[in-house]
C-alpha cells in the first residue's frame, strides 16, 4: 500500500476546515459570477438529443414540461412515434390551451416496410413542423426523431439545415433521435450525446409503460 501525502486540509480542525471551505467557495462564487456577466445574449435555440442512448425524446419532453411550467406555447411534431400510445402525450393533451400535438409518424421504417408511405409521412410532418415554428406565438418546437428520417434520406438534409439556420430569433426548436447529420450539429448551439452503459432490453426486458413510453 502506498501510503498518500496528507493534505491540507487533514492538519486542521473542524472550525479550519470549515473557514478554509467557506473561503474556497467563496473564490469559486467570485469565478462564475465573472463568467455568467459575460453570458449577455439571449435566442432561441436549436438543441440536438442523439446518441445510441436511451432517454433522448424522454429530455426533449423535459423541456416541453418545463416551458409549459412557464405558460409559453409549445408545439409537438412525432416523425416516428406518432402510432404509439405514449404516458408524454396523454399529459399534454391536459393542455390544449398551450400544447399543439401532430402525432405524424407511422412507425419505424422496419415496420411499415413501404418507403413510398415513409417518404409522404415525412414530408407531411416536416411541412407541420415548418409552420409551427414560422407561427410566432409558439416558444417552443420539438421534432421528435426528425434524424431517423434524415438518417434515410426521406427529407434533404440541405433543405432541413437552409430552414433551420433561418428560423425565428426567440423560437427554441428541439431535434431528437439517433445518427443526428454532421450537418445538423454543426449549425445547432446545443447538443447532447446519449451514451448507453447498460441497457435492460439486452437482459430479454421488454419496454414497458412509464419507462420506454
Not at 60 to 68: C, E, H, K, S, Y
Not at 111 to 134: C, H, N, S
Request: aromatic share 8%; charged share 30%; with cysteine.
Amino acid at each position: 500500500m502506498i501510503d498518500r501525502a496528507p493534505k491540507k486540509t487533514d492538519l486542521m480542525s473542524e472550525a479550519e476546515r470549515d473557514a478554509y471551505h467557506a473561503e474556497k467557495m467563496r473564490k469559486k462564487k467570485d469565478a462564475r459570477d465573472r463568467i455568467l456577466s459575460t453570458k449577455t445574449d439571449e435566442k432561441g435555440l436549436l438543441i440536438v438529443h442523439t446518441g445510441k442512448g436511451k432517454g433522448k425524446s424522454t429530455a426533449a419532453f423535459g423541456m416541453v414540461f418545463r416551458a409549459i411550467g412557464h405558460g409559453f406555447k409549445v408545439g409537438v411534431v412525432q416523425f416516428v412515434k406518432g402510432a404509439w400510445d405514449t404516458g408524454e402525450r396523454d399529459v399534454l393533451l391536459k393542455f390544449p390551451e398551450l400544447v399543439t400535438i401532430n402525432a405524424m409518424g407511422e412507425g419505424f421504417t422496419w415496420e411499415t416496410q413501404d418507403r413510398q408511405r415513409d417518404l409522404t409521412a415525412a414530408r407531411a410532418a416536416w411541412e407541420q413542423a415548418k409552420a409551427l415554428i414560422m407561427d410566432p406565438s409558439y416558444k417552443l418546437v420539438l421534432l421528435d426523431e426528425l434524424n431517423i428520417c434524415l438518417r434515410y434520406d426521406y427529407l434533404p438534409i440541405e433543405e432541413v439545415v437552409a430552414f433551420l439556420s433561418q428560423k425565428p430569433h426567440d423560437t427554441h426548436v428541439i431535434v431528437t433521435g439517433r445518427n443526428a447529420k454532421d450537418e445538423l450539429i454543426e449549425i445547432a448551439d446545443l447538443v447532447t450525446e446519449m451514451t448507453e452503459i447498460k441497457h435492460h432490453f439486452r437482459a430479454g426486458v421488454k419496454a414497458q409503460a412509464g419507462i420506454e413510453f
